[in-house]
């Protein structure tokens, strides 16, 4: 007994050490200083307040392109990335954080006036680990200039900030959310402009994650407005993805954190007041995450509720059928206790005229009869026209009434004997 309670005792200690244990997860942020770096962190800064059983612990890298390396090869669990960003299977998303627009930076007296211009001129473009890279060079495919630009130099966002100052370089590309801190510091009051990315919706046809959007008239300066209108440009979502093994119980907990908590993380960063849902799998560059899924799908209507006049008149019909068959069986067990009340009652009239007659003939007759109707009752017994219950019930009266013909019988066949040896 001692033994037994101290297994009890160990195994609830363990039991507990185990549900008691706070999950790591570790988020690959971003560049430091960058809007997504700074939207992580204010995300694992709530949630981590929350004692939620979980802990979101930060790092900072060099980009998209790195944060997907490092899911890709388990070192961390989840990261931000650029939605143009190509990603393997094993990486699946979480939820919409915000919207990066593609930003091109000129100097007024460079004389780029479109994408295409930028042929034969220095441009700063962001370092190889990001997804901006990548971005940059689809553009420069896309309008035919990626041999013509020997002079697209990858470096930090401070470094094209310097260079752009110093005139080493005459155009600086980003994608960046509109209004953007480090973009505004970097226009501040100096002849620069930003150039309209167009063909957007051609853009799209090649790489769907990208749509047709605008950078705000305004966004960069008020007065004089820089833009100085609308300027239209492409976008792109900047993602929360997730490895495809990540516990899909651990990411719907994250996930609904979350969404519950966005007007914490709001007070830290502006930016979560773009957090949303990823779009249906079928409307989506990245699938979701089956616990991100199970968050966002948890208040769509089942099956049933999707499907609720046809659920219904199935069920009208099922009703209906039902009541049918009930009906038959009704009529069929009625017109069975019938065919048995018959039966019964033939019984009942051999066994009074029985009683009543004493030619032996006439007994010969009515026992021939009884006979016949057992041959009837057997035979829908046979067909199960008639149930065993019933056949039984059946017998008892068919064995009376066979032995009050039998003993008329001997009675009867006793008085004609008599009757003859007298008559001797």
Known sequence: MIATIWFIALAA???????????????AGGPADSETLVLTEAIASVLNEKNLGFR????????????LQLLEKGRVDLAEIQGDTPASD??????????????????????????????????????????????????????????????ALPMSEDAANFAMELGQVEAVFRVRAPGNDAIRE???????????IEQAEALALKQPAIA??????GSYRGSPALPEKNLDTAVVDRLLVARADLDEAL?????????????????????AGFIGPLPDDSDSVITAHPGARSYFDREKPGIMQRNARLVSAVLYML?????????????WVRSRRMRMHDFNRRLMELAALARSDSNVDDLHKH??????????????????????????????TWQAVDALVRDRLLLASGIVTGSREEQS
């Open 13 to 27: 200690l363990v039991l507990w050490l185990g549900t008691s244990r706070v999950q790591r997860v570790a988020i």
């Open 56 to 67: 979101l612990i930060v790092f900072e890298t060099g980009g998209s392109r790195q944060n």
């Open 90 to 151: 094993v990486i699946m998303g979480v939820t919409t954080l915000y919207q990066d627009g593609y930003h091109l930076i000129a100097r007024g007296d460079s004389g780029v006036n479109s994408f295409a211009d930028l042929a034969g001129h220095r441009v700063a473009i962001p370092s190889a680990s990001s997804g901006q890279f990548n971005s940059f060079w689809f553009l420069a495919n896309h309008f035919g200039v990626a041999d013509e630009l020997p002079r």
């Open 186 to 196: 970097l226009i501040g009051d100096r002849n620069l402009q930003l150039i309209s």
């Open 212 to 217: 047709a959007g605008v950078i705000p008239r």
């Open 251 to 271: 990411v719907y907990r994250i996930t609904r954190a979350i969404y519950e908590n966005r007007s914490e993380i709001l007070d830290k960063t502006l930016l």
């Open 319 to 331: 009703a209906i059928v039902f009541s049918a068959l009930l009906a038959l069986r009704t009529h």
């Open 367 to 396: 026992k021939h009869e009884l006979m016949d109707i057992l041959e009837e009752v057997i035979g829908d017994l046979e067909r199960e026209r008639v149930s065993q219950d019933e056949f039984e019930h059946f017998s008892f």
